[in-house]
């Protein structure tokens, strides 16, 4: 299944009316590869409100090192060849379009104010987060990149664990640069970001970054990583015992498991995204550990890998199907080590689909 570009641009066209806005002229690159498929690292895209057939005032434009890569990624719109993209759309602006929205949490003061000395007849207004709202529903050809990203993700994982990757002796970075070829060799395109190996009492930082720290007997071990594929981003959380496991360990880990469980269940559409944040934190807190649960209970993945929308106790908003979410509620014992659980599912009507398979039980390594 391909993507549907001009789907996508039509339905941003449909919330540009909504605004009372001619055109929106978009110069973040992953929201003009969403609406175009252009991958290049310089460019700008006008999207006109009235142009339903993409033939007139919608357009694109880069530099001269992309003119055959615009070319066989974005054949359906005109293409205008310039080093200043954004300047150039707006001062071949003419009458065409007279008020313009523009990405205000991405542009600079300075291009905006550049932009408004120019002699192109535009007026600005400033239209934060249209495209980024539209990115929050994934549609299938999404998900399937998504799906193909988690199953990279998931069987790098199962080599690493059959290799004996995880042992003591090993180093967290040794680990982790482990972990991250495995991926590029199942598949992945690249890594979603910097993996995360935190051993011992590490486990208890949550974002923890990988060091010489020595694996050892009886130590957490937690894996957080992502393999990315088309441009999409997987993100899962693991959590091991090496040897042996104690009993606060299997309390610990059991405490987060329902509580992953809690937020996965409240995955529906319709839900309030606080109140599936709350379901899982009610479980950890009901068991005395709520003040160390440090962080939101996930966030939205796709092109980037923390995107619309979040899910935390101060999130708004509800959750619809299609939105790709992560459930990853952790406890962190400062000093001792600490437990997270982390899946990417994706909201459904029926029930979330899982996307991260690696089992979940737990296991002593």
């Given amino acids: 299944m391909a993507a549907d570009h001009a789907s996508r641009r039509a339905a941003l066209r449909a919330v540009l009316a909504d605004r009372g806005l001619d055109a929106l002229l978009v110069t973040d690159l992953l929201n003009i590869?969403?609406?175009?498929?252009?991958?290049?690292?310089?460019?700008?895209?006008?999207?006109a409100t009235d142009d339903d057939a993409d033939e007139s005032g919608t357009v694109v434009s880069t530099d001269g090192r992309y003119v055959t890569q615009i070319a066989e990624q974005v054949p359906d719109l005109r293409a205008v060849i310039s080093r200043a993209s954004a300047a150039h759309l707006v001062e071949s602006a003419g009458t065409h379009a007279t008020v313009w929205g523009?990405?205000?949490h991405i542009v600079t003061v300075d291009e905006h104010a550049r932009w408004s000395g120019l002699?192109?007849?535009?007026?600005?207004?400033?239209?934060?987060?249209?495209?980024?709202?539209?990115?929050?529903?994934?549609?299938?050809?999404?998900?399937?990149?998504?799906?193909?990203?988690?199953?990279?993700?998931?069987?790098?994982?199962?080599?690493?664990?059959?290799?004996?990757?995880?042992?003591?002796?090993?180093?967290?970075?040794?680990?982790g640069r482990d972990l991250e070829s495995r991926m590029l060799d199942h598949g992945a395109d690249g890594i979603s970001f910097e993996t995360i190996v935190a051993a011992?009492?590490?486990?208890?930082?949550?974002?923890?970054?990988?060091?010489?720290?020595?694996?050892?007997?009886?130590?957490?071990v937690k894996l957080d990583f992502g393999a990315q594929v088309g441009g999409y981003h997987?993100?899962?959380t693991r959590t091991y015992v090496l040897g042996s496991a104690a009993d606060w360990q299997r309390e610990l880990y059991d405490l987060v498991?329902?509580?992953?469980?809690?937020?996965?269940?409240?995955?529906?559409?319709?839900?309030?995204?606080?109140?599936?944040?709350?379901?899982?934190?009610?479980?950890?807190?009901?068991?005395?550990?709520?003040?160390?649960f440090l962080h939101g209970l996930g966030h939205g993945v796709g092109l980037e890998i923390h995107e619309a929308p979040g899910i935390g106790a101060a999130?708004?908003?509800?959750?619809?199907?299609?939105?790709?979410?992560?459930?990853?509620?952790?406890?962190?014992?400062?000093?001792?080590?600490?437990?997270?659980?982390e899946d990417t599912l994706v909201v459904r009507e029926q029930a979330p689909e899982l996307l991260t398979l690696t089992d979940k039980t737990l296991t002593v390594v």
Wanted: glycine share 14%; aromatic share 4%.
């Fill in 119 to 175: 002699d192109g007849g535009v007026t600005f207004t400033a239209a934060p987060g249209l495209v980024e709202q539209l990115r929050a529903v994934k549609d299938e050809h999404e998900i399937g990149l998504l799906r193909a990203a988690c199953t990279a993700a998931d069987r790098a994982l199962a080599d690493l664990v059959v290799a004996g990757g995880l042992r003591p002796g090993r180093t967290e970075k040794e680990v």
């Fill in 234 to 236: 997987s993100d899962m």
């Fill in 33 to 47: 590869r969403y609406l175009t498929g252009f991958t290049g690292s310089n460019a700008a895209l006008l999207v």
């Fill in 102 to 104: 523009f990405e205000s």
């Fill in 257 to 292: 498991l329902r509580a992953q469980q809690a937020g996965r269940e409240a995955l529906v559409p319709g839900v309030e995204c606080a109140a599936v944040d709350a379901a899982s934190r009610s479980v950890i807190s009901e068991a005395g550990y709520g003040e160390l």
């Fill in 200 to 220: 011992g009492a590490n486990s208890a930082i949550p974002h923890h970054r990988p060091t010489g720290t020595v694996l050892a007997t009886g130590d957490f």
């Fill in 315 to 341: 999130a708004t908003g509800t959750l619809v199907a299609g939105a790709t979410v992560t459930v990853e509620p952790g406890v962190y014992f400062s000093g001792r080590g600490g437990v997270r659980i």
